[in-house]
C-alpha cells in the first residue's frame, strides 16, 4: 500500500495546514488537511503525533510521520510473508520494492535484519542441507539454487565450504545405492554416460564424476 508522497508547498514553506482526523475503521485513520489532500494513517500515528489535540500540522511533520506509518506497515507485511517462508535479503527487497519504494523498503530490510528475520548465512545454510545432504545435489548446483534465491556470492562460498572435503565420499554413496547395476560392465560405455550424464545434471563436475566412477570399479572389481 504505497501512499502518494507528500509534496512540499514551496510558496508557504512550511507553514501549518489546518488537519482533521476522522476514524475510518477500529484500525484505520484518515488525517485530511484543508487543501483537500487525505492520508490513510494507522492508530499509533494518532497517538504518537498527538493528533487529536492537534489544530494544525506542518509539511515536513506530516511527511515524517507519512514515513513512519509506512515503514510500519512494511514492516508487518514483511513479517506475514516470513510466517509463511524465509527470505534472503535481496528476494525480501524485490516483494517489497514495487509497493513501499526503495527508500522504505531498505528501511524494513534493515530493521528485519537486527531482528534476526533475514539472514542470509542461515538462509543459505538450510539451503545447503536441503541440496547436498538430503537430495545428494553436487556443489554446482546447490550454489546456482542459493544465487536464485539471492545468496550472495561470498556467503555461498562460506557455506558451501565445509562440503568440498566431502564430496568424493557422498558421491561413492551415490553410485552404490543408485548405480550399481548401470555400472555393472565398465565395457557398456553407453551405460556410464548415461550414468555420468544424471551426475552433471545434479551438479557434480566432470572430473569429480570420473574420479568417483574409477574408483567405484576399482573398489568393486572381483
Known amino acids: 500500500m504505497q501512499q502518494k508522497p507528500i509534496s512540499?508547498?514551496?510558496?508557504?514553506?512550511?507553514?501549518?495546514?489546518?488537519?482533521?482526523?476522522?476514524?475510518?475503521?477500529?484500525?484505520?485513520?484518515?488525517?485530511?488537511?484543508?487543501d483537500g489532500r487525505s492520508y490513510e494513517i494507522d492508530r499509533t500515528c494518532v497517538l504518537e503525533y498527538a493528533l487529536l489535540n492537534r489544530l494544525e500540522i506542518d509539511d515536513e511533520t506530516l511527511q515524517e510521520m507519512q514515513q513512519t506509518y509506512?515503514?510500519?506497515?512494511?514492516?508487518?507485511?514483511?513479517?506475514?510473508?516470513?510466517?509463511?517462508?524465509?527470505?534472503?535479503?535481496?528476494?525480501?527487497?524485490?516483494?517489497?520494492?514495487?509497493?513501499?519504494?526503495?527508500?522504505?523498503?531498505?528501511a524494513v530490510l534493515k530493521r528485519l535484519t537486527e531482528m534476526g528475520g533475514i539472514n542470509?548465512?542461515?538462509?543459505?545454510?538450510?539451503?545447503?542441507?536441503?541440496?547436498?545432504?538430503?537430495?545428494g545435489y553436487g556443489l554446482r548446483r546447490a550454489a546456482e539454487m542459493m544465487r536464485q534465491k539471492g545468496v550472495p556470492k561470498?556467503?555461498?562460498?562460506?557455506?558451501?565450504?565445509?562440503?568440498?572435503?566431502?564430496?568424493?565420499?557422498?558421491?561413492?554413496?551415490?553410485?552404490?545405492?543408485?548405480y550399481a547395476e548401470k555400472l555393472s560392465d565398465p565395457s557398456d560405455r553407453k551405460m556410464v554416460e548415461r550414468v555420468k550424464a544424471a551426475l552433471v545434471r545434479k551438479g557434480y563436475s566432470f572430473s569429480e564424476i570420473q574420479a568417483a566412477v574409477q574408483r567405484y570399479w576399482e573398489e568393486t572389481e572381483p
Open 8 to 34: 512540499l508547498n514551496l510558496s508557504r514553506p512550511n507553514k501549518p495546514w489546518k488537519l482533521q482526523v476522522t476514524q475510518k475503521s477500529p484500525s484505520v485513520w484518515v488525517l485530511t488537511l484543508a
Open 70 to 106: 509506512c515503514e510500519r506497515h512494511a514492516l508487518q507485511q514483511a513479517l506475514r510473508w516470513l510466517n509463511y517462508r524465509p527470505y534472503t535479503f535481496k528476494a525480501m527487497f524485490q516483494r517489497l520494492m514495487p509497493i513501499y519504494g526503495e527508500a522504505t523498503s531498505f
Open 154 to 178: 561470498n556467503v555461498i562460498a562460506a557455506v558451501l565450504q565445509p562440503y568440498e572435503e566431502t564430496v568424493p565420499e557422498r558421491l561413492q554413496q551415490i553410485l552404490e545405492r543408485h
Open 120 to 135: 542470509d548465512y542461515q538462509y543459505a545454510q538450510q539451503m545447503a542441507r536441503s541440496a547436498v545432504e538430503r537430495k
